[in-house]
């Protein structure tokens, strides 16, 4: 009796493993290609929950300044690495979840949740000690002599107090939110 054979078995190795090897790489290209996309602030602020990000990041020196570079949504809030990167997109996931269910869809629903939103991101970029600033701004590479008096002065303090970026720069590319009464109190 002869053995029965599945339809794939009739095709000769080389053949499954190249259309495998293809397969692969046509993935690999698209998820790729959806990743970069997702990282661009075109599609970041293409959500009406985040015009307000959008115009308060076109005020800010991340924007426009005398150096002539800009600094994007993904180049603030994604992490270079891989596993980072990933994990940020999954968190990301949270914020198109409010917009579809209409948490944050208007400028008021926006506000009345921006301090929560905010102070997540702080304490991220706290966590991983300002990793995405630090692309950069690095302490190494900062010239004191060239900052302002403050800067001058402060910047060293921090470095000894082993303090991060967004210790002191909160504000830097969006409107900083003012704290609820609540937890101002506490």
Known sequence: MREKRGWFGSLPTWLLVGVGLVAGVLSWAGFNTALDYTNTTEFCVSCHSMQTNDREWKESMHYKNAAGVRAGCADCHVPKEFVPKMVAKVMAAKDVYH?????????????????????RVWAKMKATDSRECRTCHDWDQMDLSEQGRSARKRHPRA????????DCHKGVAHEEPDEPEDEAAE
């Open 99 to 119: 917009e579809i269910m209409g948490t944050i869809d208007t400028p008021e629903k926006y506000e009345a949740h921006r301090w929560d939103m905010a102070s």
């Open 159 to 166: 470095i000894d107090k082993g303090e991060t970026c967004i």
